[in-house]
Antibody
Framework: EVQLVESGGDLVQPGGSLRLSCVTS????????MTWVRQAPGKGLEWISA????????YYADSVKGRFTMSKDKSKGTVYLQMNSLRVEDTARYYC??????????WGQGTLVTVSS | DIQMTQSLSTLSASIGDRVTITCRAS??????LAWYQQEPGKVPKLLIY???ILEIGVPSRFSGSGSGTDFTLTINSLQPEDFATYYC?????????FGQGTKVEI
């Protein structure tokens, strides 16, 4: 069974940093593109970052480029999202997703990030 | 960057109705489009990928069509469990993107 478990969400002040983790199991980690999608309270889905399966190449939405860094540890089957210079508008539930655009897409339950003073 | 536009943010319908949700891309994305359903308080669920391929386990009353810039999600004979928000998602190129969502309500 595919499992994705996010953690690391918290309440943080504007300008602060957080690192989110997504521990995966039940599938071949190295064969899948992993993605972070966020959803602000009462709002729609926003694609923010993805990392390719065969390389460590990561891609970002303009809204987070230069502030967020996505990485992965193949030995642990884990992806990370380092978030720096956090803004109030980064407040959202952050979802880790396996294979966002293909059959068998799987989502974690998400982790909540709140940016507030 | 490619922008995705869903023309309706809310759509009112009744049980048994045929519902059509549209999505437009700001440039040609061929057939690289998926549709997601999100029920309140739940994680999004993939319905359709490559514009028209039904994900395993999704009821056949759901169908997708279109290519290039204009796409449609159709729900035949709307069921109570179909009242949800639907998002289109383009994956032609990075950065990928979602439409803003269409909420189907009674």
């Amino acid at each position: 069974e595919v499992q994705l478990v996010e953690s690391g969400g918290d309440l943080v002040q504007p300008g602060g940093s957080l690192r989110l983790s997504c521990v995966t199991s039940g599938f071949t980690f190295n064969d899948n593109v992993m993605t972070w999608v966020r959803q602000a309270p009462g709002k729609g889905l926003e694609w923010i970052s993805a990392i390719k399966s065969k390389t460590d190449t990561a891609y970002y939405a303009d809204s987070v480029k230069g502030r967020f860094t996505m990485s992965k540890d193949k030995s642990k089957g884990t992806v990370y999202l380092q978030m720096n210079s956090l803004r109030v508008e980064d407040t959202a539930r952050y979802y880790c997703v396996k294979g966002l655009s293909s059959t068998g897409a799987s989502w974690g339950q998400g982790t909540l990030v709140t940016v507030s003073s | 960057d490619i922008q995705m536009t869903q023309s309706l943010s809310t759509l009112s319908a009744s049980i048994g109705d045929r519902v059509t949700i549209t999505c437009r891309a700001s440039q040609n994305i061929s057939h690289w489009l998926a549709w997601y359903q999100q029920e309140p308080g739940k994680v999004p669920k993939l319905l359709i990928y490559k514009a028209s391929i039904l994900e395993i386990g999704v009821p056949s009353r759901f169908s997708g069509s279109g290519s290039g810039t204009d796409f449609t999600l159709t729900i035949n004979s709307l069921q109570p469990e179909d009242f949800a928000t639907y998002y289109c998602h383009q994956y032609e190129n990075y950065p990928k993107s979602f439409g803003q969502g269409t909420k189907v309500e009674i």
